[in-house]
């Protein structure tokens, strides 16, 4: 187990790696890395969880394979993460992927993920997914090129995506009523800073958090132009599940309690919100 103190560094330090060495990760790595996969937590835990470990070394072009952007370049392995399941599937899927990806950055590996929700059907078939499996990204993974130009070129290929780019705290944190922009009080700060630098599809970062009587609650948005131009809304579902796990993730780097409750769309104590946000979880600390 890592010092706590590394698993938040690592939330934090994790970027899309898009140039990696050619070589495979040693047997030794790979093994870990199956352990990893195999520890991911669950959102909800009727759901199942799978991965095919793949190499990559007869590279098809997952990109277009897979309906993503960007170009990426000798990625050794990858990660095809699908689900089968009645509840929060998306979520949940986004939720189990990051804690993976989180983890191979505290490992000194890289990874990005390749979106698929826009091919899932032809993915499905092409990837022998069972009936009914949703998929929404593969995660490449290896180590990141260590060469100058390799660096740069992660550098500058995450620049002109606009990766590096997050939105300032104000315009995802609101306090008490979601048209007031806010500070998170110290408590949660860490927390939110974890939320805030996930990874999403496009980079939209679909999250809005409300903090409402000691209480904190996650929205994504709806019909968000980026996620039109990803080829599919139910992104937001996903990624939201990827900023919960990095939430997950920090509490227990933290040393902090805490967990999250699914909202099915009708219960009381949902806020008022707009149209154009969608209510997905309230987390419960202790
Ligand atoms: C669901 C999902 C799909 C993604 N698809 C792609 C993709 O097809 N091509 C790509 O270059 N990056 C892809 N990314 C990476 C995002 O562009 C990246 O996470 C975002 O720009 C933020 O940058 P960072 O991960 O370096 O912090 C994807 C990320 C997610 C979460």
Same mark, same amino acid.
């Given at each position: 187990? &890592?010092p706590?103190?590394?698993? +938040?560094?690592?939330i934090?330090?994790?970027?899309s790696? %898009?140039?990696?060495?050619?070589? *495979?990760?040693?047997?030794?790595? =790979?093994?870990?890395? %199956?352990?990893?996969i195999?520890?991911?937590k *669950?959102?909800?835990?009727?759901?199942?969880?799978?991965?095919l470990?793949?190499?990559?070394?007869?590279?098809?072009?997952?990109v277009t394979v $897979?309906?993503?952007?960007?170009?990426? +370049?000798t990625?050794?392995?990858? =990660?095809?993460?699908?689900? @089968?399941?009645?509840?929060?599937? @998306?979520?949940?899927?986004?939720?189990r992927?990051?804690q993976?990806?989180v983890?191979?950055?505290? &490992?000194g590996?890289?990874?990005? +993920?390749?979106?698929? &929700?826009?091919?899932?059907?032809?993915?499905?078939?092409? #990837?022998?997914l069972?009936?009914?499996?949703?998929?929404?990204? #593969?995660?490449?993974?290896?180590?990141?090129?260590?060469?100058v130009?390799?660096r740069? #070129?992660?550098?500058?290929m995450?620049r002109?995506?606009?990766?590096?780019?997050r $939105?300032?705290?104000?315009? !995802?944190?609101l306090?008490?009523?979601? /048209?007031?922009?806010a500070?998170?009080?110290a408590? !949660?700060?860490p927390?939110?800073?974890?939320?805030?630098?996930a990874?999403?599809?496009?980079?939209?970062? *679909?999250?809005?958090? $409300?903090?409402?009587?000691? %209480? @904190? +609650?996650?929205?994504?948005?709806?019909?968000?132009?980026?996620?039109t131009?990803?080829?599919?809304?139910?992104?937001?579902?996903?990624?939201?599940?990827?900023?919960?796990?990095?939430?997950? $993730?920090?509490l227990?780097?933290?040393?902090?309690?805490?967990?999250?409750?699914?909202f099915?769309g009708?219960?009381p /104590? !949902?806020? /008022?919100?707009?149209?154009?946000?969608h209510?997905?979880?309230?987390l419960?600390?202790r």
């Amino acid at each position: 187990m &890592l010092p706590r103190g590394d698993l +938040y560094e690592a939330i934090l330090a994790r970027r899309s790696v %898009r140039r990696y060495e050619k070589r *495979p990760l040693d047997e030794a790595t =790979l093994a870990q890395v %199956r352990e990893i996969i195999s520890g991911a937590k *669950p959102l909800i835990p009727e759901n199942r969880f799978e991965v095919l470990v793949r190499d990559e070394a007869a590279s098809e072009d997952l990109v277009t394979v $897979l309906g993503g952007y960007g170009r990426f +370049y000798t990625p050794p392995h990858s =990660l095809a993460p699908y689900m @089968l399941g009645e509840e929060h599937v @998306l979520e949940d899927l986004g939720y189990r992927s990051e804690q993976i990806a989180v983890r191979l950055a505290a &490992l000194g590996i890289g990874s990005c +993920y390749i979106g698929a &929700l826009k091919q899932e059907d032809k993915v499905r078939v092409r #990837f022998g997914l069972p009936k009914g499996a949703r998929i929404a990204a #593969f995660l490449v993974f290896g180590r990141p090129a260590v060469a100058v130009g390799g660096r740069t #070129f992660n550098t500058l290929m995450r620049r002109s995506l606009g990766g590096h780019k997050r $939105l300032p705290v104000e315009r !995802i944190f609101l306090q008490d009523t979601l /048209d007031n922009p806010a500070a998170p009080p110290a408590e !949660i700060s860490p927390l939110i800073e974890a939320a805030r630098v996930a990874p999403s599809g496009v980079n939209a970062q *679909p999250w809005r958090f $409300l903090w409402r009587d000691e %209480r @904190l +609650y996650l929205f994504v948005t709806r019909n968000n132009l980026k996620y039109t131009m990803a080829g599919s809304q139910e992104y937001a579902l996903h990624d939201g599940g990827i900023c919960m796990a990095n939430v997950t $993730l920090a509490l227990e780097a933290l040393g902090m309690e805490g967990r999250w409750v699914m909202f099915e769309g009708t219960e009381p /104590d !949902i806020p /008022d919100h707009p149209a154009d946000l969608h209510p997905l979880a309230t987390l419960v600390m202790r």
